[in-house]
């Protein structure tokens, strides 16, 4: 069983190094969490901003277009775009090469399939011309939300440019 380490005593990052050393006093707690944070960690928190960015975004356009957030039309919009990008998720290896060369082709695919999923399940939006225009909307706020997202999981992951590059190849 490990020591606890006495409140006088400085906390250690992953390296062994103390917190201390890890960098600039105002970067230290993003870098030792960045550190801390193991591959699997970081892919996880990933894809669960992924989802919430969704859910956020349908959350807005139900209070804007139904009134009201239900858990039953919450679902029934969301439910489809995550199935469909987990399996593209998957496909194209957002998660395990994490860059904007995975993410746009799994938005591309799960967004609109998984709304003609939805259509195909509950005629709505009721007609193709409100479907259309659904479509146009969705894509591009989810991508916003989307990028958002990853913009902000860049630095709470401490991720430079260059790792980002060098994971965005096919």
Known sequence: MPRR??????????????????G?????AVRWYARAVSPLG??????AGDVVSLV???????????GGVTLGALLEV??????VGAVAARIFGTYRRPGLATLLPTW?????????IRKA??????TWHSTAVF?????????????????IARFAFHLEPSDVRAHSAP
């Open 5 to 22: 380490r006495r409140r006088s005593e400085p906390a250690t990052a992953p390296t062994g190094r103390s917190v201390r050393d890890v």
């Open 24 to 28: 600039p006093p105002g970067d230290l």
């Open 42 to 47: 970081r892919k996880a928190a990933l894809a």
């Open 56 to 66: 956020i975004f349908t959350v807005i356009g139900l209070i804007h277009h139904e």
């Open 78 to 83: 969301v439910l489809p775009i995550v199935a």
């Open 108 to 116: 591309l695919v799960s967004v609109p399939v998984g709304l003609l």
């Open 121 to 126: 399940l509950f005629d709505t939006p009721t």
């Open 135 to 151: 479509l146009g909307v969705a894509l591009a706020f989810t991508l916003l939300f989307l990028l958002a997202w990853r913009l």
